[in-house]
């Protein structure tokens, strides 16, 4: 399979606790984006890397958040002191170098956490 | 504040019948609309997609319209199957900067045989 891998796919975790997820992107695609989605809403944007290069945080990327691109491969999204608002579903994206394409993101299955 | 608006939220439609879903923005820096269709439990996956330079997308039984002066774009989805049966997400980019998506709040369609 060569789409955008997320794990784990589910994480359940007791709050106050650290987790951390990792998403493998398509190879070869130099963009990498972590959303949020929660129960019936669209996903939002929490930061974009091009490279190993984090760009673009939103303000929803609290002070508990870090993500991370080392060598501009993997990525790993870590959320410290786990609140029960941080439940959601964690979806990362990858997109291709090239100029036509670059706004093409391709998703992966998402890590659902629940925060007890 | 939603910066891409969809209707309707839910959709039944019967089967061999047209699915119609509408989404409109403010932001004229928008440059990309793709739509999204989402299965539980499943990440998005993307569907197809249009840029402004066409007022018309057609892949197979998906169809994009665009509206530019309005500010809005449509999906179509004609011969419509039970397995369409999904939630949809219309969302738009911009070229420059991060080009991340912004979404709408999606439309769950159930299409009934």
């Known amino acids: 399979d060569t789409g955008v891998s997320q794990d784990p796919r589910h994480k359940i975790t007791k709050r106050g606790q650290n987790v951390t997820f990792r998403c493998d992107p398509i190879s070869e695609h130099n963009r990498l984006y972590w959303y949020r989605q929660t129960l019936g809403q669209g996903p939002e944007f929490l930061t974009y890397f091009q490279n190993e290069a984090q760009l673009e945080k939103s303000r929803l990327l609290s002070d508990r958040f870090s993500a991370e691109r080392p060598k501009g491969s993997f990525s790993t999204l870590e959320i410290q002191r786990t609140e029960q608002g941080d439940s959601a579903m964690y979806l990362c994206?990858?997109?291709?170098?090239?100029?036509?394409?670059?706004?093409?993101?391709?998703f992966g299955p998402g890590t659902r956490l629940t925060v007890l | 504040q939603q910066q891409v608006k969809q209707s309707p939220q839910s959709l039944i439609v019967q089967k061999g019948g047209i699915s119609i879903i509408n989404c409109a923005y403010e932001?004229?820096?928008?440059?990309?609309f793709p739509w999204y269709q989402q299965f539980p439990g499943k990440g998005p996956a993307l569907l197809i997609a249009?840029?402004?330079?066409?007022s018309e997308k057609k892949e197979g039984r998906f169809t994009i319209s665009f509206n530019k002066s309005a500010k809005q774009f449509s999906l179509h989805i004609m011969d419509s199957q039970p397995g369409d049966s999904a939630t949809y997400f219309c969302?738009?980019?911009?070229?420059?900067?991060?080009?991340?998506?912004?979404f709408g709040t999606g439309t769950r369609l159930t299409v009934i045989p």
């Open positions: 932001n004229t820096a928008f440059d990309y």
């Open positions: 969302a738009a980019s911009k070229v420059a900067g991060a080009n991340n998506l912004f």
């Open positions: 249009i840029r402004p330079d066409v």
């Open positions: 994206a990858s997109s291709p170098p090239d100029s036509y394409s670059y706004n093409e993101q391709f």
